[in-house]
Each structure stands twice: as C-alpha cells, then as structure tokens.
C-alpha cells in the first residue's frame, strides 16, 4: 500500500491565488521529504529538500519566496506556491525515505496537478 | 559529470513479447541505482534497489540488473497491465548531501 499520501490531486484556481499541497508519510517517522516538479514527457526535477525542524534546501534556480516549504512535524511537509501565475502549472510530486540511511530508496505520493488560469 | 541515460525512448511490445529497458549512468561512487514505474498522472512507484554490480531483482515478470556501467529492467511475457514509463535514478552527490537524479524514462506499450 501507500507509504505516503498526498493532498490534493488536482488543483485549479485564478492566477495569483497561494495553493497549499501537503506531503505526509504514512507510517513511519520522515526526517527529510523531497519535492519535485514534473513537466509532460519529461522526468522529475528536484525542486527542494524539506528537513524537519529546519530551513529547506532548495536547488538553484527555485525561487525560495516562491515556493515556501514548511516541515513542522516528522510526518507532514507542506509546500505553498504563492501567488501563482500560468507558469507555475505542473505536476508537483513529494517523496520520503522510509529507511534509515541517506540511500535508502524514496517513496512517492501521487503528485498534485496544479493548472493556473 | 554525473548522469542517467535510458532507451529506448518508447517500446511497443505485443503480450507475451519479453525485451530489455536500459539505463546506463556515469555517476562517481554508485549508492544505489533505483528503478521505479509510473503511470499517468501518479507519482512514480518504486520497484528495485540495486547496489552492487552483478546484484540481481526479481518481481513477478520484471528482473533487474547491474553492471558497472548500466542496469536492465527485464520484462518477461509482458502483459498489458505492464504498460506504464519505466524510470531509473541514481544518487549524485552535490555539495555535502546527496541527490536523486533520474533517467528520462522509458514508455512501454504492451498490446493485447
């Protein structure tokens, strides 16, 4: 079954609106979560790290005021894209290693479509 | 530079056609090659670890190898359920941590 859970599915609003998509894992305790952003027939970009109980990392060229990542509990990482215009739409992916260890394999939830309008 | 490259790019096979997905990297010190499936509009599902080169994985029709050089993803008797965008990733390090990076993929067709 899922390891993590990803809300919501699918989003639409107007352009400028803040859309909040949260990433919990479901079973087990997640130091660190990853957010990735996929584009159609193209593979995942890391986007950012989310580390519990601190700043996120986040991979140049993503604006860090732009996409404000909050990692307030061991099971539950949120990402905000704020103000989102058309530009933003994509599909936005989280992930989690469920092991202990930096290499452990990542598990991902089902990705958040966001279309901007 | 440390990368992943999968072919082909798409595969059509007809039910039962067995053949080999490949994914070939250049990464310095390998910790671990991870092959996941993805179908449309989900997040990939993780199928494989393999670490070491001539370690193998089996799960129902999918096996997957390693050498040193590249990983194959073999599928068996593929059913149409199979059909789905194979990806393959492995950890690149970068700064003081380490990053998945991953293949472009693979789309398998299987046809009834």
């Known amino acids: 079954g899922a390891v993590v859970s990803q809300h919501p599915s699918r989003v639409i609003c107007k352009s400028g609106t803040s859309v909040k998509i949260e990433c919990r894992s479901l079973?087990?305790?997640?130091?660190?979560m990853f957010w990735y952003r996929q584009f159609p027939k193209q593979s995942l970009m890391l986007m950012a790290t989310s580390n519990e109980g601190s700043k996120a990392t986040y991979e140049q060229g993503v604006e860090k005021d732009k996409f404000l990542i909050n990692h307030a509990s061991l099971t539950l990482s949120t990402l905000t894209v704020t103000s989102a215009h058309p530009e933003d739409s994509s599909f936005y992916i989280c992930s989690a290693r469920k092991g202990r260890g930096v290499f452990q394999p990542q598990h991902f939830g089902d990705g958040t479509r966001l279309s901007i309008l | 530079e440390d990368q992943v490259t999968q072919s082909p790019e798409a595969l059509r096979l007809q039910e039962g056609e067995s053949s080999s997905l490949n994914c070939s990297y250049t990464?310095?010190?390998?910790?671990?090659l991870f092959w996941y499936r993805q179908d449309p509009g989900k997040g990939p599902e993780f199928l494989f670890t393999l670490y070491s080169a001539g370690e193998e994985k089996e799960k129902e029709r999918l096996k997957a190898t390693l050498t040193k050089k590249e990983s194959f993803l073999h599928i068996t008797a593929p059913k149409p359920e199979d059909s789905a965008t194979y990806l393959c990733a492995v950890h690149r390090r970068m700064d003081s941590s380490y990053k998945l990076i991953f293949g472009s993929g693979t789309r398998l067709l299987v046809r009834p």
């Open positions: 990464v310095s010190g390998l910790r671990g």
């Open positions: 079973d087990f305790q997640a130091t660190t």
